[in-house]
């Protein structure tokens, strides 16, 4: 089993910046991608960013250039810093671990974006 705990999220004004936290813990070897998803009401949860163990990274469209993510692996943990927000960046966001071909997810964290 993995745990996840996601911190770091709250209400910011548009433009903005917020750092998201994911700690991970548990059986954590072997533990090769991890990524954030997000949910905002009425949406199907879906992908941010995510990274690799090497430190390879991929994004949605919507947050090129805005949002970045990075890897601590002697912390066992994932981080996303999110500039520029936008309104429509408000949602759950969750932290997500890959291993074994097994899905492991934290509670999520709210992101609100407004003024």
């Known amino acids: 089993q993995v745990q996840l705990v996601e911190s770091g999220g709250g209400l910011v004004q548009p433009g903005g910046s917020l750092r998201l936290s994911c700690a991970a813990s548990?059986?954590?070897?072997?533990?090769?991608?991890m990524g954030w998803y997000r949910q905002a009401p009425g949406k199907q949860r879906e992908l941010v960013a995510g990274?690799?163990?090497?430190?390879?990274?991929n994004y949605q469209d919507s947050v090129k250039g805005r949002f970045t993510i990075s890897r601590d692996n002697g912390k066992n943990s994932v981080y996303l810093q999110m500039n520029s927000l936008k309104p429509e960046d408000t949602a759950v966001y969750y932290c997500?671990?890959?291993?074994?071909?097994?899905?492991?997810w934290g509670r999520g964290t709210l992101v609100t974006v407004s003024s």
């Open positions: 548990g059986s954590i070897l072997s533990i090769n991608y």
């Open positions: 990274i690799t163990r090497g430190g390879s990274a």
């Open positions: 997500n671990a890959q291993r074994s071909g097994m899905n492991y």
